[in-house]
């Protein structure tokens, strides 16, 4: 299918907030004690999963269930297994200086085991799996989530009722601390939160021409550093009350859906054209492209920089040459931008490598 460089500039911006939220400074400065950009900084970094479900729900209900099936096991769960497995022997050595041996002791297998039947990622260093997962668990209950959508479609007043009632059990969710949904980063407590999501990334796009005019695109922006300034002054506040509660920054929170579908407009506003027409959105196009293993890596790079100490030595740098307030943006950009291009870079070597190595096999067959 030809890529919409639209969706492929949000699905770009994702991933690159996605490395953001894992590689942001701490907000907190001592037990009691927050610093207020940096705290900004991170609500601007939440939501990368929220958009990532959105662009999936923009096409998601066009495909065949069998034809979804086949795609999802070739390219989501075949990569997800071999990454898997790679990192279930190797990433202990790797990280944690533990001996490399492929003679596992038989309490990991049977720890890896039960942790997989409560359909949890088990693999150390790769937190970021679970997403997969739940996207697993998306595509096996889609005809579930079509039939819904067809409902919905049927009339634009079902939708106008969905967007409103599942932003109204969203605010009700925050009001309660998360004790509503209980949703979280595994299984059914991420599904529910994603399958919303999803929908609103089917409604938003099918009903672009709408989200998509004159004023959408200052609307978005102003809505996105607002609405994410307001969320940094609300969990300011729950800190100053010694709570635990910091549901709000999640990706699953009501201010966290719609500046995710802020983001959205904006790429859909910025690039109204649904083929790639000039060189710029070629590249915008090619880059998004390789999005997926970047996603897939990005964590074990990360840790593997700071196994040498890539990012202090960076947080050094940019802290004794520029203003606090600088150099939190130049070291959040940095590491962001050296982990993407050290993860395109393998991304693009193994491609080409898979690609030869088809080749090769065809040569001989």
Request: aromatic share 16%; hydrophobic share 50%; net charge positive.
């Amino acid at each position: 299918m030809k890529r919409n460089p639209s969706i492929e500039l949000c699905r770009l911006l994702a991933c690159l907030i996605v490395i953001g939220v894992h590689t942001s400074l701490s907000a907190a400065v001592n037990e009691h004690s927050w610093d207020t950009f940096r705290l900004f900084l991170n609500c601007l970094l939440a939501d990368g999963v929220a958009i990532f479900f959105m662009i999936t729900g923009a096409f998601l209900f066009n495909n065949d269930y069998c034809r979804l099936l086949k795609k999802t096991l070739k390219h989501i769960i075949i990569p997800l297994i071999i990454f898997s497995i790679i990192g279930f022997y190797c990433f202990d050595w790797l990280f944690d200086k533990q001996p490399l041996s492929l003679h596992i002791a038989a309490s990991k297998y049977i720890d890896t085991f039960r942790t997989l039947l409560s359909w949890q990622n088990p693999i150390s260093h790769s937190v970021h799996l679970w997403y997969l997962y739940v996207y697993i668990l998306v595509i096996l209950i889609y005809p579930l989530l079509k039939a819904f959508v067809d409902y919905l479609d049927a009339d634009t007043n079902r939708t106008k009722i969905f967007l409103i009632g599942t932003f109204i059990f969203l605010i009700m969710n925050d009001i309660s601390s998360n004790s509503l949904g209980t949703f979280s980063h595994h299984s059914i407590n991420a599904l529910v939160p994603a399958s919303i999501e999803i929908i609103w990334g089917h409604i938003l796009y099918k009903y672009q021409k709408i989200f998509t005019r004159k004023l959408a695109i200052p609307v978005s922006i102003f809505l996105f550093f607002s609405l994410n300034y307001l969320r940094s002054l609300i969990q300011l506040h729950r800190y100053s009350l010694e709570t635990p509660n910091n549901y709000i920054l999640f990706w699953y929170s009501s201010i966290g859906i719609i500046c995710a579908s802020a983001i959205f407009i904006f790429c859909c506003s910025v690039i109204k054209a649904p083929g790639s027409s000039n060189i710029i959105q070629k590249f915008i196009c090619w880059l998004a492209s390789y999005t997926f293993p970047v996603y897939l890596i990005h964590i074990p790079i990360r840790d593997l920089l700071a196994t040498y100490n890539v990012p202090t030595m960076l947080n050094h740098f940019m802290f004794s040459h520029f203003s606090e307030f600088i150099a939190d943006i130049l070291y959040n950009s940095s590491i962001v931008l050296i982990i993407f291009v050290i993860c395109l870079i393998i991304s693009i070597l193994f491609r080409n490598i898979k690609k030869l190595l088809n080749k090769v096999i065809h040569c001989f067959a």
